[in-house]
């Protein structure tokens, strides 16, 4: 006779750090792999021979393994949380000048921009990135502290801040972003100045965190908008389910198809090697490698997520 199927929500069924520590074995012997983002010259002197994974469950336990203390530069996962911060200050108006559909095509293009009359694909590409960014500066006082103090609470870490260095690498050699913002703001789809949105994206991109600050701040999406570092409700339950289906359809570049059928969690992934997952309603996920695939995914945080939904039966399909 068939079994009764095992429910792989009930987290007792699985040895939590047992399963870290059986990946963390198993990318090591992998380290080398991927190739680090040149195009951002200060990114591609980290050294490839990091992991780190961490977890973070709705009664803010945390399970963490290998390099899940090390901060890195968490680039575009940081789109996640200026999307929460958009949703919140104008709802769904922002949909009326970033799209929720998959790009197909990659991060930094700006082809469909031009035959999309400036309506960028969604908010993780960085066309959509930049005009969220143009809403948060335009909705909040001030921008910039209303969203490190956003990570700092979601996070529990006082010291989270942004990396100089990394945002003048990126102010220097982001000519493609001024060329995106300029021609998002000719279709008049940019209240502030390119400057500034500019200044508010590379800020952005340029925070450092760990695993263990990012998988908390991610948490609220896995638990219907309900933080349990601070207590607070960041967004309502449907604006959680809302912002992970963006995530899966659109949060890894154009692997998002690929992420889904290998890995089946939302996530959001970052050129800095970060990748955010959720498992609706059970935690929240971060892996970190510094070396990317050829779409700009971390090579090792991909396959350490594969893994973990593979061992645990904790994807949504
Ligand atoms: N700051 C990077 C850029 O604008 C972010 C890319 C990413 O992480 O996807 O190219």
Redesign the pocket.
């Known amino acids: 006779m068939r079994k009764p199927p095992q429910n792989p929500h009930d987290l007792s069924r699985h040895d939590l750090d047992d399963i870290l520590g059986t990946i963390n074995e198993d990318v090591r012997q992998r380290f080398g792999e991927g190739k680090l ?1 040149d ?2 010259p200060s990114l591609a002197e980290v050294p490839k021979d990091r992991f780190g994974m961490a977890l973070a469950l709705p009664d803010g336990k945390i399970h963490a393994v290998g390099n899940a203390r090390e901060r890195f530069s968490i ?3 940081s ?1 996640v949380y200026t999307l929460t911060l958009a949703l919140s200050a104008v709802g769904d108006e922002l949909w009326k000048r970033v799209d929720r559909e998959p790009s197909g095509d990659p ?2 293009s700006l082809v469909q921009l031009e035959y999309e009359k400036g309506i960028p694909r969604n908010p993780f590409m ?1 066309a959509g ?1 930049l005009v969220t960014a143009d809403v948060v500066l335009s909705s909040y006082d001030d921008a910039e502290a209303t969203l490190i103090g956003f990570m700092r609470t979601r996070s529990g870490n006082p010291e989270i801040g942004s990396d100089e260095v990394v945002a003048k690498s ?1 102010r220097e050699s ?1 000519h ?2 001024v060329a995106m913002a300029n021609f998002i703001r000719s279709y008049g789809n940019l209240e502030n100045s390119v400057d500034d949105v500019l200044a508010f ?2 800020l952005q ?2 925070l450092r965190m760990d695993c263990v600050d990012l998988a908390r701040s991610v948490q609220y999406l896995a638990d219907a908008g309900h933080c349990a570092t601070s207590g607070v409700q960041v967004t309502s339950a449907e604006g959680a389910t809302r912002i992970n289906s963006v995530m899966m359809t659109a949060g890894t ?1 154009d692997a998002a198809g690929d992420f889904a059928y290998y890995v089946g969690l939302p996530a959001k ?4 090697g970060g990748i955010v997952a959720v498992v609706p309603h059970v935690m929240g996920i971060c892996v970190w490698s510094p070396g990317l695939d050829d779409k ?1 995914n971390s090579l090792l945080g991909r396959y350490a997520l594969h893994r973990f939904t593979r061992m645990t039966g904790l994807s949504v399909f």
């Open positions: 983002p195009y951002i680039q575009s996962v789109k991060f930094n960085n990135a990126e982001g493609r972003n994206y590379y991109c340029s570049y992934s970052g050129v800095g700009g």
